[in-house]
């Protein structure tokens, strides 16, 4: 099915789109970014407003200081968040979604939901997760 789809696309569409089953397609990058636990939960609390770092790490529990930095970076790198450097004093930073990142947090809300929502059944055809 993949493959006749692939069949009747033209070079320039296959380009333009990505390939995240080819290992040398850029998309997977950021296919890592956006559904490591990290950026998906980024996402979910961006979808909610702006935030500033202390937020963000507030309201994302366990993630430490080093990593929430490292994945706004990817986010940011990505175009799925921006990162605005207010010139006040003290100085802060807040971030926000971009268009492209209020696509990719409705996306990946939407796997948080079906996870959290599916959690009874995953743990009952999992017995060694309990």
Known sequence: MVGDRLAREGLSDRL???NLLAADCPSREVLKHVTSRWGVLVLIVLEGGTQRFSGL???IGGVSERM???TLQWLEADG???RVARDV???HVEYSLTPLGSEAATRVRGLADWI???LPRILDAA???R
């Open 16 to 18: 333009r789109r990505g």
């Open 57 to 59: 790490r507030r309201a």
């Open 68 to 70: 929430l930095a490292q």
């Open 80 to 82: 799925l968040v921006l």
């Open 89 to 91: 004093v003290p100085p």
């Open 116 to 118: 959290e929502t599916s």
């Open 127 to 129: 017995p060694e997760r």
